[in-house]
């Protein structure tokens, strides 16, 4: 059974950073897509980061609202994918989860068929 395990969530101030880990069990991932999205209260679920697995040289794909602010990447060895998140601000607080697919290039939340519990990180201005 597919297991995601969210971690290093928490409390920053503004323009602080902060590395969001995710370890996958259960299965071998390779050519899958292992994505983050973020919910905010009241809002819907958005499409931060993905990575396709071992696949196509770890294929990257991020939301614009977090192009250069935000980077992906892969530990295949751990099964783990981590989102490095820079130059924090307010808006960026949300619950952030990592999710995984079968699907490529999947960056709509109904494309992905695992999730992780979320982690709670919220910004102080």
């Known amino acids: 059974q597919v297991q995601l395990v969210e971690s290093g969530g928490g409390l920053v101030q503004t323009g602080g950073s902060l590395r969001l880990s995710c370890a996958a069990s259960g299965r071998t991932f390779s050519g899958y897509t292992m994505g983050w999205f973020r919910q905010a209260p009241g809002q819907e679920r958005e499409f931060v980061a993905a990575?396709?697995?071992?696949?196509?040289?770890?294929?990257?794909y991020y939301a614009d609202s977090v192009k250069g602010q935000f980077t992906i990447s892969g530990d295949y060895a751990k099964n783990t994918v981590y989102l490095q998140m820079n130059s924090l601000k307010p808006e960026d607080t949300a619950i952030y989860y990592c999710?995984?697919?079968?699907?490529?290039?999947?960056?709509?939340?109904?494309?992905?068929?695992?999730w992780g519990q979320g982690t709670q990180v919220t910004v102080s201005s």
């Open positions: 999710a995984l697919t079968e699907v490529a290039d999947a960056t709509l939340p109904h494309e992905y068929n695992y």
């Open positions: 990575i396709r697995w071992r696949w196509s040289a770890g294929t990257i």
